[in-house]
Nanobody, 121 residues
Framework: QVHLVESGGGLVQSGGSLRLSCVAS????????MGWYRQAPGKQRELVAQ???????NYPDPVKGQFTIFRDNAENTAYLQMDSLKPEDTAVYYC???????????????WGQGTQVTVSS
């Protein structure tokens, strides 16, 4: 089965930067899209960045120019570089991936366990 593990969250001051990492592991699988979502207390989970296997990226308007997603296909890893962080960026950030699990012979969709990002003012 495919698993996602995030790292890199923490506490940062307003204006600072953080880089999140997400590593996918499993036996025999492929990854199509990888993405990052976030969920703040009392709010719905929202997409913040997405990248295809070919490196095509997608960002919602609120984070364009502030967040950058990139991936290393050889390492099955996606990164989220977050700059100029603001208190309103405080949330739990979740990694998301989809692809094919060749052991099971079916598509999969996976979420990581989440990593907390807290931006102090």
């Amino acid at each position: 089965q495919v698993h996602l593990v995030e790292s890199g969250g923490g506490l940062v001051q307003s204006g600072g930067s953080l880089r999140l990492s997400c590593v996918a592991s499993g036996s025999h699988f492929s990854i199509n899209d990888m993405g990052w979502y976030r969920q703040a207390p009392g709010k719905q989970r929202e997409l913040v960045a997405q990248v295809t296997r070919d490196g095509i990226t997608n960002y919602p308007d609120p984070v364009k120019g502030q967040f950058t997603i990139f991936r290393d296909n050889a390492e099955n890893t996606a990164y989220l570089q977050m700059d100029s962080l603001k208190p309103e960026d405080t949330a739990v950030y979740y990694c998301h991936a989809d692809g094919i699990d060749y052991d099971l012979g079916i598509p999969y969709v996976r979420w990581g366990q989440g990593t907390q990002v807290t931006v102090s003012s």
